[in-house]
Nanobody, 127 residues
Framework: VQLQASGGGLVQDGGSLRLSCSGSGLTFSSSGVAWFRQAPGKEREFVAVVRKSTTSTYYATSVKGRFTISRDNANNRVYLQMNSLRPEDTAVYYC?????????????????????WGQGTQVTVSS
C-alpha cells in the first residue's frame, strides 16, 4: 500500500489550497481516509476524515467551516480543500488510511488508528 500526498505550497493569509491524496494497493471507498498535520515542535493532530463506505465527514474544530474533505471513488483520491487559510495552519499535512474493520468515530481522530501514511506535503501560510 502506498499513499501519495500532494498540493502543498506557500500561500498568503486568507488564501486557498487543495491537497490531494492518491492511493495504490487499497480502495479508498472501502477505507477511512484522514488528513493530519504536524507543525514544528508539535504533535501530529487530526484535521479531517471521511469514513469508510459512507460520505460522512468530520473535522477538527479549528478547521470546521474552512476545510472540506472529499473522496473521488472513480480516481481513488481524497482531497482536502482548504479555504481562508491562516498562519496557524502552517504544517506538514499527511494523508492516512485504514481499511480493516470499521473503527469507531473517536478512534479516527488518533494517528495510531491508521496503518497507512503518505509522505506529507508542506503547507506554509504567510501573514
Amino acid at each position: 500500500v502506498q499513499l501519495q500526498a500532494s498540493g502543498g505550497g506557500l500561500v498568503q493569509d486568507g488564501g486557498s489550497l487543495r491537497l490531494s491524496c492518491s492511493g495504490s494497493g487499497l480502495t479508498f471507498s472501502s477505507s477511512g481516509v484522514a488528513w493530519f498535520r504536524q507543525a514544528p515542535g508539535k504533535e501530529r493532530e487530526f484535521v479531517a476524515v471521511v469514513r469508510k463506505s459512507t460520505t460522512s465527514t468530520y473535522y477538527a474544530t479549528s478547521v470546521k467551516g474552512r476545510f472540506t474533505i472529499s473522496r473521488d471513488n472513480a480516481n481513488n483520491r481524497v482531497y482536502l480543500q482548504m479555504n481562508s487559510l491562516r498562519p496557524e495552519d502552517t504544517a506538514v499535512y499527511y494523508c492516512a488510511a485504514v481499511d480493516m474493520g470499521n473503527p469507531i468515530l473517536s478512534s479516527l481522530y488518533r494517528p495510531a488508528t491508521y496503518p497507512y501514511w503518505g509522505q506529507g506535503t508542506q503547507v506554509t501560510v504567510s501573514s
